[in-house]
């Protein structure tokens, strides 16, 4: 017996296979069950038409699991005339899904040669699968062969564009070593790109029956500070120069190093004020422990969880950015009281990563929206900057407490002003 694999992203399943028939004719076997993993009607469709472009005669049958009808009356056993007439119907549509759970449902073809074997072969399956090393003008794109189809895989890459429809997309050929082995991922670095400038790309796969493309994946190029979109939308860039001015150091960039853990950082003091603010610079609160998690460098996003006093609080939306070892976290939060919209606050988390802990770690909190009504909280744009006074925050497995003297609690929010 002569036979051929395909490999539709699970297991390796038998597509068609040859032998002396009833007959004595040379036949050859394509086993529904298998042409319909990952494949689509109309896929099978095609593939069965370009056996009948070989002037082999057709015939589709099943047994053991029951009769499937082209069309009601027409009976289990179809003539090439009327198996092609049907199979686009809807009614024959429904009838080959129903064949695809079925293990004994064949169409069979004769006279077979052994090139037959390639004839249901697809074009590749490939994913689209990210991004990463995001830069002012680069970006490092990643993608992944799911399948070859049934032949070899001779070019893969990305199409990149600045615009959603891809009407002006560029392809990018990344070097490729015919594979056999699969899921095979494959990435490229891509230089000379504009800053601040959204870019839509998708990855391909040829192989001899085609091109195949996986979905369409975004990313916008960092600023001149090395600040995503999401960020600068998040907040202002004049409300991040307004936290700078008061002393708040941001570390731009697109591969910020991985800050997973909790940190106690004590002493927590007021460093410094953009108004009139009854806490002076110098005036120590109780201890604060945040925690980072769930750190995805493709999307620059990270998880932050705050507690003090057993006090905590959580943001809405936090990304990260740095180099190195330096980073920066902008945390939105929103606030709401009696449950009604309150306010919404950034909280800005600047640091160098050490294996212990964070060394010179600032937090920045800043009013974005005070609900029109700034009686209790701070003004839009107004914040505080903090600091840990003795340049480290330490790595800690647990949150602790513990008498600290003449200190103070944040207030209940700390966009609040002192009573």
């Known amino acids: 017996m002569a036979s051929a694999f395909v490999d539709y992203g699970g ?17 050859g076997y394509i086993l529904l069950q298998g042409l319909f993993q990952g494949k689509s009607v109309d896929e099978m469709f095609s593939s069965m038409k370009k056996i009948k472009e070989k002037d082999r005669t057709i015939h589709y049958q099943s047994s053991g699991d029951g009769d499937i009808e082209a069309e009601e009356g027409d009976g289990d056993d179809l003539t090439e ?7 686009k119907k809807d009614k024959q549509k429904k009838c080959i899904e129903r064949a695809a759970t079925m293990t004994t449902a064949t169409l069979h073809y004769y006279p077979a ?96 029956d085609g091109m195949a493309v996986g979905e369409i994946k975004a990313f916008t190029t960092l600023d001149d500070q090395g600040i995503t979109e999401e960020i600068n939308k998040i907040v202002p860039k ?49 201890d604060m422990y945040i925690t980072f998690s769930e750190q995805n ?51 800005i988390y600047s640091g160098i990563l050490t294996s212990t802990g964070i060394k010179n770690l600032y937090y920045a909190l800043v009013m974005l929206d005070d609900s029109g009504d700034p009686g209790e909280v701070i003004e839009v744009g107004q ?23 003449d200190t103070e609690l944040l207030p209940s929010n700390i966009s609040s002003k002192k009573q």
Not at 11 to 27: H, L, P, R
Not at 266 to 280: G, Q, R, T
């Open 81 to 87: 005339d009327n198996f092609f007439e049907c199979i």
């Open 383 to 405: 914040g505080r900057l903090f600091y840990d006074s003795d340049g480290f925050s330490e790595k800690v497995n647990s949150v602790t407490r513990s008498a600290s003297g």
């Open 113 to 208: 040669t052994a090139s037959d074997f390639r004839l249901a072969d697809i074009p590749p399956r490939v994913n689209t699968v990210g991004h990463s090393d995001l830069t002012r003008t680069g970006v490092t794109l990643h993608g992944e062969i799911v399948s070859d189809g049934g032949l070899p895989v001779t070019e893969i890459g990305f199409l990149i564009s600045t615009d959603p429809d891809g009407s002006d997309y560029k392809q990018i050929v990344v070097e490729h070593s015919v594979g056999t082995n699969y899921p095979e991922p494959f990435e490229v670095n891509c230089t000379g790109l504009t800053p601040k400038t959204p870019y839509y790309y998708k990855a391909y796969a040829v192989n001899a």
């Open 297 to 347: 460098n493709s999307d620059l996003t990270v998880k932050v969880v705050t507690n003090q006093e057993n006090v905590t609080g959580e943001g809405t939306g936090a990304y990260i950015v740095g180099e190195g070892d330096k980073f920066t976290v902008f945390v939105e939060v929103t606030s709401y009281k009696n449950g009604k919209f309150r306010a919404k606050t950034a909280e």
């Open 11 to 27: 297991a390796d399943v038998y597509f068609g296979w040859k032998e002396t028939n009833y007959s004595g004719q040379e036949a």
């Open 238 to 286: 004049e409300i991040q120069d307004g936290m700078q001015d008061l002393g708040l150091p941001v570390y731009g960039g697109g591969t910020p190093p991985s800050i997973a853990g909790t940190y106690k950082i004590a002493p927590l003091v007021l460093k410094k004020s953009n108004f009139w603010d009854s806490y002076s610079a110098g005036h120590r609160f109780n």
